[in-house]
């Protein structure tokens, strides 16, 4: 059979000629898909952790925006964390007494671009050799509030400057085209010295009455032991101590008003509307930043709203009459050192501040209505806060131990 | 455009279109044809009638009607012209050989008669010409026999145009196909030349006409003039399927909604072969180790079919038929490059020897993504997997070889391996995976008249994990390995008790090994069994019932424990016209949770959360997702004027769908992980939704051949569903199914030289409910809704046949419709062209 040979050739020859034009030989393009994850550009943050330390246990380091410090320096929330199990940091060395050092990665995926601090603790798991001291189980949860923080034994850290020791601050800059670069060799250090002496100033309010009236309201703080399920804080007082942040030996007295400062700090913040629930009006989505079309509040001064979403908080703090007399020594000279007293005294004035700007709160005309929660911020940056999870109405949903005390709020009528 | 070229294009369209002679579905212009030629036999009008019946043959060769073109040259007088066709008959090979045999010798007793008689002095040739008494008493038994089983043959064949004469014979034994799943050759092969026969409804052949669901078939040719490179592509066409691409290599099917991200509710076959992944609950289509040119082709139940074949058979079956060994080229080599760095090629060879057939078959394809979800070399994400770009990619081989010992007796080994990287796209938080590694198969059956052993034994081992993974974060690469063993025995009988039986009966034994490193934990392994009996129940001519149950022993479905799941059916055919065939059906099926949902605990990284992760748990408590399902169907053939219609309305009612609870958070003492040294955020598992979805809708089909060249195909099928305790906003299912589908196809082919296609499938807009982490707060996992736009799948295929029979080139164009997506998470899908040559010397 004769087959006809030029129309294979032609054909042939046309199949050549339309693979090479059809071939193509670029790669995919790149098109995010509806996951909002590829629509973000962000970098990472990683390094090392250098561990001087007898204390064994799982390493948590935090990253904070720099702009919203975590206490004392703020009260910004961490943005996140991650955990570098304690196998990783001590390999072998994990059941021996050595200080080390240890050394191991760390790492933050998916950093946007921005300023940021870095602070850590090692949760310690060990029973103390010195009379009294009681074994600690590593406690730590992150979603918890009431388990969240450090607490006595465990071990501190930070990313800090070697030269001064002031946390550093750390940014994750963009290039030209706005991609944000990773930051790589990072040192977070944790060492002995950073141990954290005291549990969280856990305490309970000894007043019932909750209702914020026309004119000052004291409150009554008595320290709090919880030792139920996971939760194990011990305080046997209040730390008192004077702010002395130049470290010149002199208490502070920032606003000039004849009464040094101390710790601990107090904030009352204004809580969200809906009751069932602990988070603070207009951070509904726990990030530390005011919500975008949050509630904004009168300004005292001008009369009118300023577009922004408030932070509102009460101006409050300490009665000094007690801790300035255990801060004073038997010459009058203040004790730097600090020391315990067995309750404080906090005055909420009827005055609301929009806290937006820490710095520079802006009084607010009137009290904006609603519930408010006393939160107590120690030097070592450990925090207890009233209204909690363990208010018997969420504890037992949580798996927590229920705490009446804990679900006292101060309410504005 | 230019006048000019619009005149150039317009003049070169006419030329084509003018081209030749024209075919369009073959199976339909051949049946025309073959129609038109039996009724003008019928008429004794044998010239023209056998002129049509020889197109009819020439369009698609089929042994019945060289049979029926030796009888119409016999009533014609032309003893010679039928003794040579009746002698290309028994070259076929025909099941009725022996009886046709005498028929030969006869004819030519009286050709070598007629030879004597003209030699000898002119005698009186008035007489017609008709064949000579039987030669013998046995010859004459034989006969009647033959006129008895013509006389059923008859009253299954399709209708003739109104004349005086019934049938004037069909080839009585008509090559009757094998009974089973494996009936690979059954199509067209019934005693009703060009009727469509169908093996998977009913695990037998039979007609389209009598299958008790809503059925489809989707023709090797139909793959050849689609141009289709994989096989989800194909079943756009099917109405009521759901095909949903994500990736290149990556499609979900369903049928009749309830599609998803691993779509788990249709079970894929190949030769009645499962190819569903047990332990992922998907059909990892790039992974199958069978080419599309070794398909004869693939047919479709749409609805339930756990009454036949188990678990996972609960919206359809898929089952995939390859060429029967022997059957076809002796070499064909396919060749195709295109855009997006696709290559391809394969290998198909046929061969016999005495009553040895077999098929060997090797290829290999690999196509890059239509679009990647991220970049490479950017300092947040690190690209896992074997190449960023690659979308599939696949080396397969197989061989299936075929004994014969005896009419009846049989045996079938083949086997199959492919070395596969894909992409599939699992549930909740997680994103798409590549998968790289091996799928293989080997598969053993025995045919002893009415019993038929069937073994096979499935492997899948890879690597798999995140294609895209913070840096920094930990990995969740991980491999896998996956057997499946399965015996099958079945046997099928007809009798006779107020009516005609065809009695089907089989028993299943199947062991499911899974080792899944840390998302099952140890090697989990499952044995299941299963007893099925379908009786098939002619009462009275124009009406038959066909009923069918299975149960099955799932070794957890009893709260974790060994339990039963029971799947009937009942199916009622009404008759009342020749090849018009109403069904009504009621139906049962079940889904069985995977391994995955029985067994996982994985841990999933929260994104941007390094100390933080999400547990998935597995749940051993499960039940099986529930289908009740009512049909009513119409199906209804035009042989004369080439139309074959199907209408199908159904109501699916489906209970205990499978998910992913929402996120609960563990007790405080309970949320560190040592294992992966992460807090845990709460845990996810699979549960049993309480609510019960309805499904109702209607789907309509119609193939055309209406005049030579021309094929057209089209289907529209519309659904609603809804919950009983879901609002419309926050029904998943609800708004994640499009609800309406056209699809439209056109086909052209010059047996000349060239072939057209073009085919547009429509979906609806839809809207999907998906698991991500917030974007503020990433330890909070939100339910986030995403419309996705209706769009339309194009393409078009034109083929030119360089050297007939031999050489034929094409240019293909996929997705021409333009850029879309077919899921939020998916990839945006780009038009793609290829060019391919296929070459069979």
């Keep these: 059979m004769s087959r006809p040979t030029l129309s294979w050739k032609r054909a042939a020859g046309g199949l050549v000629l339309a693979s090479l034009l059809a071939v193509g030989c670029e790669s995919p393009p790149v098109v995010p898909t509806a996951d909002v994850r590829q629509s973000t550009r962000t970098a990472r943050i990683d390094g090392h952790l250098v561990v001087n330390s007898r204390a064994r246990g799982n390493v948590v380091v935090f990253l904070y925006d720099a702009n919203r410090p975590p206490p004392p320096q703020g009260t910004g929330r961490p943005i996140t964390f991650t955990v570098v199990p304690s196998e990783r940091v001590f390999g072998p060395a994990l059941t021996g007494g050595s200080a080390g050092p240890f050394v191991a990665p760390f790492s933050f995926s998916l950093v946007p671009a921005g300023r940021y601090m870095l602070r850590g603790f090692i949760d310690v798991e060990d029973c103390g050799t010195e009379a009294g001291a009681y074994c600690r189980h590593p406690d730590f949860n992150p979603w918890y509030g009431v388990t969240g923080e450090p607490n006595a034994g465990d071990v501190g850290g930070a990313a800090v400057d070697p030269t001064t020791g002031r946390p550093l601050v750390l940014e994750v800059a963009t290039n030209e085209a706005g991609q944000p670069q990773p930051l790589t060799g990072v040192t977070v250090s944790f060492s002995d010295a950073a141990r954290v002496l005291r549990d969280r100033p856990t305490f309970q309010v000894a007043q019932g009455d909750p209702l914020m009236g026309s004119g000052p309201k004291t409150l009554r703080l008595q320290p709090l032991v919880i030792h139920d399920g996971v939760m194990d804080q011990r305080p046997d007082g209040f730390a008192v101590s004077y702010v002395d942040a130049n470290n010149d030996g002199i208490p502070d007295d920032a606003n000039n008003d004849g009464i040094p400062d101390l710790w601990p700090r107090v904030v009352v913040r204004k809580l969200a509307a809906d009751g069932s629930n602990l988070l603070d009006e207009n951070d509904l989505n726990r990030d530390g930043v005011p919500d975008v079309g949050g509630v904004d509040y009168v300004r005292a001064d001008t009369g009118a709203v300023d577009g922004q979403p408030d932070v509102v908080v009460l101006a409050a703090g300490l009665v000094p009459d007690g801790p300035i007399a255990a801060l004073t020594d038997e010459h009058g000279n203040p004790r730097m050192e600090g020391a315990i007293v067995p309750e404080l005294q906090v005055v909420v004035r009827p005055q609301a501040l929009d806290a937006r700007v820490p710095e520079n709160p802006v009084p607010l005309r009137e009290l904006p209505r609603g519930r408010y929660a006393v939160v107590l911020i120690q030097p070592s940056g450990q925090t207890w806060r009233v209204p909690n999870e363990l208010a018997p109405a969420l504890a037992s949903g949580l798996g927590l131990p229920a705490v009446e005390s804990q679900a006292f709020y101060l309410e504005v009528p | ?841």
Aim: charged share 20%; aromatic share 8%; proline share 7%.
């Design chain 2, 1 to 841: 455009m230019k006048t000019l070229t619009a005149l150039k294009r317009a003049g070169l369209l006419a030329v084509c279109l003018c081209a030749g002679e024209a075919l369009a579905d073959a199976r339909l212009e051949a049946r025309r044809h073959f129609r038109n030629g039996m009724s003008l036999i019928a008429q004794k009008q044998y010239e023209e009638g056998i002129a049509e019946l020889e197109a009819a043959y020439a369009i698609k060769p089929h042994p019945n009607v060289l049979f029926n073109i030796a009888r119409a040259y016999q009533d014609a007088g032309q003893p010679l012209a039928a003794l040579d066709v009746y002698q290309r008959y028994l070259a076929t090979n025909p099941p009725d050989a022996a009886t046709v045999r005498p028929i030969v010798v006869a004819l030519e007793q009286k050709l070598k008669d007629a030879e004597a008689q003209a030699a000898a002095p002119q005698q009186d040739t008035s007489a017609l010409p008709m064949p000579p008494p039987p030669a013998s008493v046995q010859t004459q038994q034989q006969l009647a026999a033959l006129l008895e089983r013509l006389e059923r043959a008859v009253e299954r064949a399709e209708a003739v145009p109104a004349g005086p004469a019934a049938l004037p014979g069909l080839a009585p034994g008509g090559a009757t196909p094998a009974s089973g799943d494996d009936a690979a050759s059954g199509a067209d092969l019934g005693a009703v030349p060009y009727e469509e026969r169908v093996v998977t409804a009913s695990r037998r052949a039979q007609s389209s006409l009598e299958a008790p669901n809503a059925t489809t078939v989707i023709t090797a040719e139909d793959i050849r003039l689609s141009g289709a490179t994989t096989l989800p592509e194909l079943l756009r066409r099917v109405p009521g399927a759901d095909v949903m691409a994500l990736g290149v290599g990556s499609a979900n099917v369903s049928l009749r909604g309830f599609n998803q991200r691993i779509a788990n509710k249709v079970l894929v076959l190949v030769d009645g072969r499962t190819e569903y992944q047990d332990f992922l609950g998907l059909t990892i289509w790039s992974s199958i180790p069978i080419g599309l040119e070794e398909i004869e082709r693939i047919e479709v139940i749409r609805g339930p079919g756990s009454a036949l074949y188990g678990a996972n058979a609960m919206l359809g079956v898929v089952n995939i038929i390859t060429r029967a060994p022997g059957t076809g080229p002796r070499a064909q080599f396919t060749v195709t490059g295109g855009t997006g760095n696709t290559a391809a090629g394969s290998f198909v060879s046929h061969g016999a020897s005495g009553g040895l057939r077999y098929r060997a078959a090797a290829g290999y394809s690999q196509t890059d993504k239509w679009s990647r979800d991220y970049d490479g070399g950017l300092p947040d994400i690190t690209l896992r997997g074997p190449d960023p770009d690659l979308g599939a990619r696949g080396a397969r081989g197989s061989l299936s070889a075929e004994y014969t010992f005896a009419e009846g007796r049989k045996v079938g080994l083949s086997g199959g391996v492919n070395r596969f990287t894909t992409e599939i796209y699992p549930p909740g938080l997680l994103r798409n995976y590549f998968i790289d590694g091996l799928n293989a198969f080997a598969k053993g059956d025995v045919e002893l008249g009415p019993l038929k052993l069937k073994t096979f034994w499935n492997h899948i081992s890879s690597d798999a994990g995140p294609q895209y993974e913070p840096t920094g974060q930990r990995s969740l690469v991980t491999s896998l390995s996956s057997n499946l063993f399965n015996a099958e025995l079945l046997f099928a009988r007809d009798f006779e008790l107020g009516g005609i039986h065809q009695l089907n009966v089989g028993v299943e034994g199947r062991l499911k090994r899974v080792a899944w490193g840390d998302y099952l934990g140890p090697l989990r392994e499952q044995v299941h069994t299963a007893f099925f009996v379908q009786d098939d129940w002619r009462i009275v001519e124009p009406l038959s019932l066909v009923a069918s149950y299975r149960v099955d022993r799932h070794p957890l479905l009893n709260l974790g424990r060994p339990g039963l799941a029971h799947s009937p059916r009942i199916s009622a055919l009404f008759k009342p016209l020749e090849n018009h065939a109403f069904r009504a059906s009621a139906a049962s099926a079940f889904r069985e949770p995977t391994f995955l949902e029985s067994y996982t605990q994985l841990t999933v990284p929260v994104p941007g959360v390094n100390g933080a992760s999400s547990l998935t748990t597995g749940n051993q408590q499960l039940r099986p997702e529930r289908l009740t399902a009512f049909e009513l169907g119409w199906r209804g053939e035009f042989p004369e004027l080439g139309i074959d219609l199907d209408v199908a309305a159904y109501q699916n009612t489906v209970r205990d769908l499978i998910g992913l609870s929402a996120v609960r958070r563990l007790p405080p003492g309970q949320s560190y992980d040592p294992g992966t040294g992460s807090f845990l955020l709460g845990t996810s598992s699979f549960v049993n939704e309480d609510a019960i979805y309805t499904a109702r809708g209607a789907e309509a089909g119609i193939t055309l051949a209406p005049v030579d060249g021309l094929g057209l195909k089209l289907s529209a099928s519309l659904q609603d569903i809804t919950s009983d305790r879901e609002s419309a906003d926050e029904c998943g299912p609800c708004n994640q199914a499009p609800q309406f589908r056209l699809y439209g196809g056109l086909t052209y082919r010059s047996r000349a030289d060239l072939e057209f296609g073009v085919d547009a499938a429509y979906t609806s807009a839809s809207t999907w409910i998906e698991r991500e982490p917030a974007a503020a707060d990433p330890t909070r996992i939100d339910l986030v809704s995403n419309p996705l736009r209706a769009y339309t799948v194009v393409n078009a295929r034109v083929g030119y046949m360089a050297v007939k029979d031999t050489v034929t080139v094409a240019l293909v164009g996929s997705h021409l419709g333009g850029a879309h997506s077919q899921h939020p998470l998916g990839n945006r899908i780009e038009r793609r062209v290829y060019a391919t040559l296929t070459v069979t010397p």
